[in-house]
């Protein structure tokens, strides 16, 4: 069956309904099997997560994978004091994760890279920080550069506004902030949604000086994606990427070598505890074993002769998601909102990778690897069914949906 086609029929079947199931065969064996995953539609996921971006279904394009909780609404007020905005702010996304909020992280820039322009960014960024009480982060001070995927800027050089993917801006924006509110911020907008274009921005966020890249979407592995893995080598820089929302199932740039594996979790206050915080594996986060991208040396799990999905997890549940801010989405999605997906995730593990100040050693994941008791187990939750089952279900040590764990601090960074 021609691929193309095959992808569209797959299309028709509801999200939820292709958990757990690559392809729909059911239980595959993970050494031999080719993860095509379905493209997320304008429709509402299983516990009020509603998809952000939604696009073609050529091999190829990409999505974002921001997610936004739909069952509470949106607060339109750039004035809002952080009393009274939903969802986890930063002060709860550092303690979660055991991470300084003092001045690590000054000198380094994360970049982040995304579709199509938002032309509210740096001003809704503004607000995000006043409101937590961060300093600020501008044009003028420096602190923030946005750019187009040639490394120009200027009105006329951004690409057209996207808003759809204004809302993955901002919440890559607001969770490089949360984590590292000292560092600075490349925002670099590729023009088109194709893993070619976005990879080309990677390229220019590392030629800018970029000392962390992240990339908060995904695109179906297919057997010409090796093509596209170069834009993801740059040897020094830590890449992250979001391992997908569609459950169990390998995506790109996930599967890259080159890059730190992203998953996602539920996490929820758990007082009484020594951290105060419990994590499970969330249902839709990607995992699984790559059929196109060769092993890293620095992975040493056997049940999976390819590239196994993914290396770490952050939280990602939208019911107990991230305040976010955005003015310049659709009407009745602008300000105040709660935001998931293994969006989350990406932003959220380059600011980490910005607080250990350790750029210059790192080669993909390996350095996590090589620090795995630095990192919270994740021993709980399945996102599908698989075999053998730790690429798809939490347990001890590595497993596929969580990876390592998650951070502890920055000492696996």
Known sequence: MNTRVFVAAVLMVPLFACSGQQNGAGILPASS???VQPQNGAMAMPGGGGVVCTG??????????ALVNTTVGFLDNSLASAGIIRGLHPADIRAAYNLSSDTAGSGSTIAVID???DPNAESDLAVYRRAFGLPA???RNGCFRKVNARGQSGEWAFPPGDQQWSQEIALDL????????????????????NIQSLGAAVDTAAALGATEISNSYYTQEYSGIVNADRHFDHPGIPITASAGDTGYGVTFPASSEYVTAVGGTSLVRAPGTPRGWAETVWGSTGSGCSADIAKP??????????RTVADMAVLADPATGVSVYNSYAVFG???WGVYGGTSVGAPVVAAIYALAGNGTSIDGARYAYAHAASFNPVLAGVNGVCSPSYLCAAGPGYNGPAGL?????????
Do not use: H, Y
């Open 333 to 335: 999605q602008r300000g």
């Open 297 to 306: 040396v620095w992975q040493t799990d056997t049940g999976c002769t390819m």
């Open 56 to 65: 073609s279904v050529q091999l190829g394009d990409v999505q974002c994978t």
């Open 33 to 35: 099997a080719r993860s």
């Open 115 to 117: 579709k199509g322009d």
């Open 137 to 139: 982060c501008t044009s």
């Open 405 to 413: 764990g998650t951070p502890n601090g920055v000492a696996g960074f």
């Open 174 to 193: 607001d969770m490089v902030s949360a984590v590292c509110p000292n560092c600075r911020i490349l925002l670099v907008e590729a023009n088109a949604e």
